[in-house]
């Protein structure tokens, strides 16, 4: 009987607070601004604190966010859970109305892998998306 690997049983879910939501400018050209998500919680024993950072693309800003990009899905999933927040105007508007509400956050992977340009495999990651309000 040889030793059985299983897979990791990682955090899959937590309740939180979203403290607040802020735009963090991009600091190189291979980055593009990001909105950083700050939840409070229980479950990061070490700062009490969460952190969820959700991208603009090259082609999105804070107007415009193309079809089917991993910043649209969690907007999509942000409607779901709050759909007032659609009728807000930018994307700015809409994550930060998540401030001071409690979510029961979920890991999704929203984005696909894809190779670059030099033939480099990148892999899709998991996002902490909302996906019910406490």
């Known amino acids: 009987m ?16 979203v403290e607040k939501v802020e735009l963090q400018p991009a600091t190189s050209e291979n980055r593009n601004d990001q909105y950083k998500i700050t939840i409070a919680t229980a ?4 700062s009490g604190k ?15 966010v193309p079809e089917g990009s991993s910043l649209h899905r969690y ?4 409607w779901t859970v709050v ?15 998540m401030t001071g509400k409690k979510f029961r956050f979920v890991r999704k992977v929203l984005g696909k892998s894809f190779t670059d340009g030099s ?8 996002s902490w998306v909302p996906q019910a309000l406490l």
């Open 2 to 17: 040889g030793l059985e690997v299983i897979e990791s049983q990682g955090l899959q879910s937590f309740e939180g607070v």
């Open 83 to 97: 759909p007032e927040t659609k009728k807000l105007d930018t994307v700015g508007e809409q994550l930060k109305a």
């Open 75 to 78: 907007l999509q999933e942000l």
């Open 43 to 46: 479950v990061s024993k070490k």
């Open 50 to 64: 969460m952190y969820e950072w959700v991208g603009l693309s090259a082609t999105a800003n804070d107007k415009q």
């Open 119 to 126: 033939g480099v495999k990148h892999e899709a990651k998991e």
